[in-house]
């Protein structure tokens, strides 16, 4: 199966409603496949791709920053049972509440794998669509290095704060557990 239909297939099935929000991998194509490709197709190749990394960026920042509010919206409530259980209170008479946050750490747990796994699948669009660009125009590397090195210091390719909630996550999990 080709990658494009691929990468298609794969945004319907996780979140078809952030499907605006992925790279437009078809669109790029269609800019690479002008013939002959001249500086202008090659300006407005770098224009789009450019536009299609803020995109991706400002989607993931916004996602990033819903997440961790509501994180810290649950490391609250997780903090009031841990006063609650060290005044004395057992955790069985907890219980209720307890299953409450369980279930939004187990939500919000998914909600991150889901995001991470949308920066992956845009830098291997962005990754597929470098390689067919530099093999397009005999490049050989000439754009995919750079713009992918550019790639690899945007926020949603490092995703560090991603990475630490869900190892927060976790380690709240094991607590309540």
């Given at each position: 199966m080709k990658f494009g239909k691929e990468f298609r297939i794969r945004i319907e099935e996780i979140l078809p409603a952030w499907r605006d929000n992925y790279l437009?991998?078809?669109?790029?194509?269609?800019?690479?496949?002008?013939?002959p490709f001249t500086d202008d197709v090659e300006h407005r190749f770098l224009l789009r791709l450019h536009q299609e990394l803020g995109k991706i960026n400002d989607f993931y920042v916004d996602e990033e920053e819903e997440l961790v509010i509501k994180f810290q919206d649950l490391n609250a409530r997780i903090e009031r049972v841990r006063e609650i259980i060290r005044s004395g209170t057992r955790r069985t008479e907890?219980?209720?509440?307890?299953i409450r946050i369980l279930i939004d750490f187990f939500n919000i747990q998914a909600e991150l794998v889901v995001l991470k796994n949308y920066c992956f699948l845009n830098y291997l669009g962005l990754t597929k669509i470098l390689k067919k660009h530099d093999k397009r125009t005999g490049g050989g590397g000439s754009l995919r290095i750079p713009f992918i090195h550019l790639v690899r210091q945007q926020p949603y390719f490092t995703a560090e704060p991603l990475t630490q909630l869900l190892q927060d996550c976790e380690a709240n999990l094991a607590f309540l557990l």
């Open positions: 437009c991998y078809k669109t790029l194509k269609k800019i690479l496949k002008r013939f907890l219980h209720d509440v307890i």
